[in-house]
């Protein structure tokens, strides 16, 4: 039996599939051209330590992307306190804000509220922390910098840890641990420095790290930072950050800062905060 070909339903069927395959072509292709590419991102941790933010801030990072892309702005609430983001690399204008729990989109980069303003280069696949600081908002300060941060092959169980000093108006500080020599792991530290990061021990025996942050000319102990006093005690394998996630810190960096005013009679005494790194 003989099999026939409808040509001109076949022919008309063809071109109707191939119109169909163009169109969805093209609105793929629109599609991918408006979508940021988030393939470069950056690793960018902002840190609060502005110490009269009542409501916390919000960082407005990559302005130059489409209004549509801010699905959500995550501001850091409180003073003492720290945010991860991941915007996406290159040029472009970063600035923070006084948080308003109402709208925050419309308090521009030259608005009253405004505590930092930079336009900053963020290398794809870079890691930055900007810290925050000043007596207070009237009278903001900022440290920028390009963290490197170590890795720590499995078979050592340390943690890394460094220290910056973000309080407004002190002098040099010492750290160490207690019970041994002022400045065993500092030996002065000025207002806006960071050390780099130091291993430290941290398994199943590691019980405490207790920093002692002292005044380098006088010795005077200003305040502390007690792994147990916050919580990140040992769970059986090393000390854990249970003030933010929970994790194992094994393998892991932190950051210690001193916060706060100097003087005995600041209306926020200094303190310190810990601050996750990579």
């Known amino acids: 039996m003989k099999c026939y070909i409808n040509t ?24 991918t051209s408006m979508v940021p590419n988030v393939s470069g991102a950056t690793a960018f941790t902002v840190v609060n330590a502005v ?11 990559n302005t130059s992307q489409a209004i549509m892309w801010f699905g959500y702005i995550y501001p850091i609430i409180g003073y ?28 521009g980069p030259k608005a009253t ?5 930079s336009i900053l280069n963020l290398e794809k696949g870079g890691i930055y922390t900007l810290f925050l600081s000043g007596s207070d908002t009237t009278s903001p300060d900022y440290l920028f910098i390009k963290d490197s941060v170590p ?15 973000l309080s407004t108006g002190s002098g040099p500080i010492s750290i160490n641990l207690e019970g041994s020599p002022n400045g065993s792991e500092v030996s ?24 002692v942050i002292r005044d380098a000319a006088t010795g005077d102990s200003l305040t502390q930072f007690d792994f147990n006093l916050v919580g990140d005690t040992n769970n059986g394998y090393g000390l854990a950050d ?3 996630t929970g994790d194992l810190l094994t393998f892991k960096n932190i950051t210690i800062a001193l916060i706060g005013q ?17």
């Open 113 to 117: 509220g405004k505590i930092f303003y």
């Open 262 to 278: 100097p003087g005995l009679n600041a209306v926020v005494p200094q303190s310190t905060m810990i601050i996750n790194n990579f």
């Open 51 to 61: 110490p009269n933010t009542v409501n916390g801030i919000a960082p407005i990072i």
């Open 80 to 107: 003492g306190n720290f945010q991860e983001y991941s915007p996406v690399g290159g040029m472009d204008t970063v600035y923070t804000v006084q948080y308003n729990s109402q709208d925050t989109l419309d308090v």
């Open 242 to 244: 249970f003030q933010y």
């Open 151 to 165: 890795y720590y092959p499995t078979s050592d169980s340390v943690m890394g840890i460094r220290f910056v000093n």
């Open 8 to 31: 001109y339903k076949f022919r008309k069927f063809f071109s109707v599939m191939l119109i169909v395959v163009i169109v969805i072509t093209e609105c793929s292709c629109q599609k």
């Open 188 to 211: 002065s530290l000025t207002y806006k420095g960071i050390t780099g990061f130091k291993q430290y021990p941290n398994n199943s025996t590691t019980l405490d790290y207790f920093f």
